[in-house]
């Protein structure tokens, strides 16, 4: 690891850390930035504006984290516009299109297993020659049917398919469904809340919010 030559002068943390924050505020302003952050995450974009002043400073990016990691103000300020960014509403819908898109093909796949029904073609063509002797194996077998959870996954295709806007948002009261929620039960029909009172199940602490922790 690189924190500037030993003999240089010491590395102007400062600077370089308010470079970053003009760096990350510039991005609000640009949509350059927005698909890779919704397919991939805000890390790379991230490691990327690192990439960009750390080098011409001559220093790594990893000597940068590990000096705001000690420094809770200088931290705050990077998690701030980092926060920032992740709500930035071009990036929020892409998110939910591209998580759609992810449901119904996770749906289609589940369908295939519990009716034996084979996909559409655009998810069937996703899927590698071992994975699909996998779900033959499996649609074939029948083992996997079950009877309530199969109309749960054909309730959830039909809306993607009929009404996709309506897709995510919870059926009780009509909140968006976290999306950690979703990717783990893609039917669900309501947030965990509301599931929790459909179930009868005593209420629990409310669930966290999504933050970033890159730290
Ligand atoms: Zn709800």
Known sequence: MTTGSPEGPPPQ?????????????????????????????IEPVFERVLQQVCGPAEVSPQAYIEHITRDTGMRREVQQRLSRLMENPKL??????????????????????????????????TIDEDQREQLREAAESGEERDDQLLP??????????????????????????????????????????????????????????VRVTYF
């Open 92 to 125: 929020v819908t892409m998110r939910r299109e591209a998580q759609r898109r992810e449901a119904e093909h996770q749906l289609h796949v589940l369908h295939y297993v519990l009716s034996g029904k084979q996909p559409p073609e655009w998810v069937w063509a």
């Open 152 to 209: 749960r996954v054909q309730r959830a295709i039909h809306k993607l398919e009929v009404t996709p806007g309506i897709y995510g948002l919870c059926e009780d009261c009509y909140a968006i469904i976290l999306l950690e929620r979703l990717q783990l039960v893609p039917w669900a029909e309501c947030c965990a809340a509301c599931q929790r009172k459909r179930e009868g199940v005593p209420d629990q602490a409310p669930e966290p919010e």
């Open 13 to 41: 943390w400062k600077d370089i850390h308010q470079s970053i924050l003009s760096t990350l505020d510039a991005l609000n302003a640009s949509t350059s930035w927005i698909a890779t952050a919704a397919t991939v995450g």
